[in-house]
């Protein structure tokens, strides 16, 4: 299995409360993603990395920021979270153009 | 832009049937293509790959085979199990893909009987 390690597992907040999620990486890759899962949507890309710093908006990014000060640190926030901002949130690493290996999810519940 | 379109689920089998799920893509030139599964509870793991025209990706006993005349990477498995039950998800990575990521179709759900 990858070394990708997301918290928190499980999340309940409330609406206008800012959330973060973390994914750590012990695999030193230097691509790191954070997408989410919705039903009849499948994954789709709201952040990426491409290196310590260095990072740019996927499709559906309004909401949310990213912040990576380590290589191996990858941070989602959620400034103010809204009820459509429930979802699976998945961290997810790669080198290059190989295989991208996933984390086990974090399930963000916002009442 | 890059866009993956899979059939929708679920579908329901029962043990030793023939699997066959759809995808097709809409990508330019030649990306790789990506089948995923997610057991329940569990993040996404690779499944099966190819990378050019033609390649046949295959393991665990399933197979997919990149078709470029007509845009498609559909999943087979000749007898399932009951442990196959799963979401299934095809993804692309398009040749120009920023930061490399992927695409992904919406996933099928797929649940074997007994």
């Known amino acids: 299995d990858a070394g990708i390690t997301q918290s928190p597992r499980h999340k309940v907040t409330e609406t206008g409360t800012p959330v973060t999620l973390r994914c750590h990486q012990t695999e030193n890759h230097r691509y790191m993603y954070w997408y989410r899962q919705d039903p009849g949507h499948g994954l789709r890309l709201i952040h990426y990395s491409y290196g310590v710093k260095d990072t740019d908006k996927g499709e559906v990014s309004d909401g949310y920021s990213v912040s990576r000060s380590k290589t191996e640190d990858f941070l989602l926030t959620l400034e103010s979270a809204t009820s459509s901002q429930t979802s699976v949130y998945f961290c997810?690493?790669?080198?290059?153009?190989?295989?991208?290996?996933f984390g086990e999810g974090s399930w963000l519940t916002v009442v | 832009g890059d866009s993956v379109t899979q059939m929708e689920g679920p579908v329901t089998l029962s043990e030793e049937a023939f699997l066959t799920i759809n995808c097709t893509y809409t990508?330019?030139?030649?990306?790789?293509l990506f089948w995923y599964v997610q057991y329940p509870g569990e993040g996404l793991q690779l499944l099966l790959k190819?990378?050019?025209?033609?390649d046949k990706g295959s393991n665990k006993g399933f197979e997919a085979t990149y078709r470029k005349e007509t845009t498609s990477f559909h999943l087979e498995k000749g007898s399932v199990q009951v442990s196959d039950s799963a979401v299934y998800f095809c993804a692309l990575r398009g040749i120009k893909a920023a930061g490399n990521k992927l695409t992904f179709g919406g996933g099928t759900r797929v649940l074997v009987k007994p």
């Open positions: 990508a330019t030139g030649y990306p790789s």
């Open positions: 190819a990378t050019k025209a033609d």
């Open positions: 997810a690493i790669s080198e290059g153009a190989d295989t991208i290996y």
